[in-house]
């Protein structure tokens, strides 16, 4: 099937490799020519392990290719994937304005029957704004359907997640229309839903404020864990056998962050209060994760005394492992604050540093390593869990820093252990 998918993002371009690595023709469109020079280089806009590799066996097969021509993209295509971005506006609400202006632009290249399908995550109602748009600017009386098909992979493991789907959710006016889709998906063989375009729109904004959910729920038991003297990975993990609670999304740590719960939660708040809806459940959620930061931050305080003058490595930067993404990433937060209480950073990841030099190119050192980031330290913090920091040398660690002291963000070491090395260690909801 010819397929166009419109933004190169994580799930534009995930999206258009998976369909490709399938066996589709595919055109990627971005008006951002520097990402299209990059693509057609072989060189990936963002650091996603096995995208490249993925991409590069389509374009040496032709399968895929990257164009700023919208215009010629839509005329070959008979589906055409909307997946721009959709920022936070301040208020919350989601930001349409990029979806409006590609709705635009693709209403006045229509010239035969196109499926026009909304794959960034959009509030309940963009269907109908973009339906609406598409009629008002097409220059030609050609007709066309509006899906929304959303996108539920994890950054980090994305090229998993787009060829291994757990479920596959088509929102269409009619199960006719749904067929394309169907029939696009059909070999990954997962589970499909086919509803209509309101429910499918409400599904990803449900789903991902109820992990959301599930975050700060364990979080609030890790607060409670480390007043009463219980141990929250153990918490959770005796939770987790019980499958009507599952044992995913109860790490408790330092909130979420990344592109997409924050922002999705936020404009689920927004829409229920457009409706006039009780949002108190997503307000609880909102402002637990809100305060991780600050409740981390006052503890490395208290430990401390006071954090003037004092030096604080910060290991890892991303908002998750596995990626470079720097997108409501908790080092941010962090930094601010410790710099705001007069500490000096040192700070190290395994792959964002590139990407957290672009958001805060002054004001701390970066580090080769992290042995070179806990140099003469009097403190060092976990922040992001990537495997090469559950592996360090502890006592080499140690020997660099000046005060043992570790906080943990994310539990990836044993309190027991720490303590056999000689460390001060603090956690997140345990002893
Ligand atoms: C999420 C959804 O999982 C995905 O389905 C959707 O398409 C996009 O949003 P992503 O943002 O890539 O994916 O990351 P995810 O692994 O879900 O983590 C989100 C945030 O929650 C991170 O900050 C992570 O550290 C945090 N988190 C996750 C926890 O604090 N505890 C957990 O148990 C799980």
């Known amino acids: 099937m010819n397929v166009c998918v419109i933004g190169t993002g994580y799930v ?14 595919v055109v990627c469109v971005d008006k951002d020519q520097r990402k299209i020079d990059m693509l057609n280089r072989g060189e990936m806009p963002i650091y996603e392990p096995g995208l490249e590799e993925m991409v590069k066996r389509s374009r040496e097969e032709n399968r895929i290719t990257f164009t700023t021509n919208l215009s010629d993209s839509v005329k070959k295509s008979r589906v055409v994937f909307i997946a721009v971005g959709t920022p936070p506006k301040e208020s919350g609400e989601t930001d349409l304005q990029y979806v409006e202006a590609v709705a635009k632009e693709i209403a006045a290249n229509l010239d035969r029957y196109t499926i026009i399908v909304n794959k960034s995550t959009v509030p309940v109602g963009t269907g109908d704004f973009v339906r609406s748009i598409i009629e008002a600017n097409r220059r030609r009386d050609v007709d066309f359907d509006v899906v929304s098909n959303p996108e539920f992979l994890k950054e980090g493991t994305g090229v998993f997640d787009a060829l291994n789907p757990e479920r596959i ?145 910060i290991l890892g930067l991303a908002f998750k492992a596995n990626t470079d993404d720097m997108r409501e990433a908790k080092s941010l937060e962090i930094i601010a604050a410790l710099k705001e209480a007069g500490a000096t950073i040192r700070a190290y990841d395994p792959i964002a540093m590139e990407a957290a030099k672009a958001v805060i190119p002054d004001g701390l050192t970066y580090c080769r390593n992290a042995y070179e980031a806990a140099e003469n330290s009097d403190l060092a913090v976990i922040v992001t869990d990537w495997n090469e920091f559950k592996q360090l040398n502890m006592e080499k660690l140690k020997e660099k820093m000046k005060n043992p002291i570790i906080f943990d963000g994310r539990n990836i070491y044993k309190p027991e252990n720490m303590k056999k090395f000689g460390f001060e260690y603090y956690s997140i909801g345990r002893k």
């Open 12 to 25: 534009g371009l995930l999206t258009g490799a998976a369909f490709a690595d399938l066996g589709n023709e």
């Open 169 to 313: 959710i088509i929102g269409a006016p009619t199960r006719h229309v749904a067929m394309d889709l169907v029939e696009l998906y059909a070999p990954l063989e997962a589970p499909m839903l086919i509803t209509d375009v309101e429910s499918a729109e409400m599904i990803k904004y449900a789903s991902n404020a109820f992990l959301a959910t599930k975050i700060s729920f364990i979080n609030t038991v890790a607060n409670i864990c480390e007043r009463a003297g219980a141990d929250v990975t153990q918490v959770a993990k005796g939770m987790g056998y019980d499958s009507r609670i599952g044992r995913e999304f109860l790490q408790a740590g330092l909130g979420f962050g990344g592109s997409c719960f924050p922002k999705d939660t936020l404009s689920l708040r927004h829409v229920g209060r457009k409706f006039g809806e009780n949002t108190e459940l997503l307000d609880s959620v909102l402002s637990v994760n809100e305060d991780r930061v600050p409740r981390f931050v006052r503890r490395i305080i208290e430990t401390l005394g006071n954090v003037q003058g004092k030096t604080i490595a």
